[in-house]
């Protein structure tokens, strides 16, 4: 039988595990969030598919289930801990069992539950290595699932999640995690912030972008981001260089211009490294 699943937050992480864990047999019990609202929200989805979730008004009504996922940010993740705390002192204290605790961060250390660990509570953490969405379906089998465990008893119990799930997964350390979520954010959140840039040179024609910028990013995966690397920067044609940064200060656009001119030094100081 699969363990009973409640959760801590009401965002996109929230909507879119409860959901996939329903869909593959897992009971979800309850879901506690600051903004009961919210809460309902997440719980209508689950009872639309068939689930007899409901909103907690209280952590400790979440007790009773097998699993606790907190899906909450990585700053909110110390406060809430030391919520659950009080609360599996006393049960720890009257013989009862507390659940396993799980949180879904990418920059926070499992230390983090140290002092859930020092009652005796085991605990993990199911980190996805991609941005969920709750306006966009998401099939699990596309999201790495990063996984660590307080102690090994548990990590059979991660790993049947992410089979279940039918995502790719391995058991990382804290520090090796981290590192996986700082290259995200260059990979995702920084190349957001470029295109928006970009966009803002274009635009209307920005649609027009999107084939070479596929393209370099396939690359880049099939090959090597260096081997991928093209442009002026890369060439040394200062004189095309000028010409852009030129364009980009008779725009006013000086944010970009900025960035043109401090990343085209690098890939050039790059290039004369090699």
């Known amino acids: 039988m699969k363990p009973s699943i409640s959760f801590i937050g009401a965002g996109n992480v929230t909507f879119r595990f409860s959901l996939a864990l329903h869909e593959k047999g897992y009971t979800i019990d309850k879901i506690f969030n600051r903004s009961q609202e919210n809460a309902k929200k997440v719980i209508r989805m689950l009872s639309a598919n068939g689930s007899d979730a409901m909103v907690a008004s209280s952590h400790a009504e979440l007790f009773d289930s097998a699993i606790i996922i907190i899906a909450v940010t990585d700053k909110q993740l110390p406060e809430v801990v030391s919520k659950l705390l009080p609360i599996a002192i006393d049960r720890t204290e009257s013989g009862k069992n507390n659940p396993i605790f799980l949180h879904t961060c990418g920059a926070e250390d499992i230390a983090v539950f140290n002092s859930l660990v020092l009652t005796g509570c085991k605990c993990g953490v ?149």
């Open 126 to 274: 199911l980190y996805p290595l991609m941005t969920l969405n709750r306006n966009k379906n998401v099939e699990f089998k596309d999201v790495p699932l990063l996984l660590e465990a307080t102690e090994p008893s548990i990590e059979p119990v991660l790993e049947a999640i992410a089979t279940d799930l039918g995502s790719e997964h391995y058991f990382y350390s804290s520090k090796d995690r981290l590192k996986m979520h700082v290259s995200a954010v260059f990979t995702c959140n920084f190349v957001n912030y470029m295109l928006t840039l970009a966009f803002e040179i274009v635009g209307r024609d920005q649609p027009l972008l999107l084939p070479g910028t596929v393209e370099s990013v396939r690359n880049s995966f099939l090959h090597s981001p260096q081997a991928a690397l093209t442009g002026p920067a890369k060439r040394g044609d200062l004189e095309t260089i000028e010409k852009h940064l030129n364009l980009l200060k008779e725009m006013g656009m000086e944010e970009q211009a900025q960035l043109y001119s401090l990343i085209s030094e690098n890939i050039m100081k790059r290039q004369k490294d090699k």
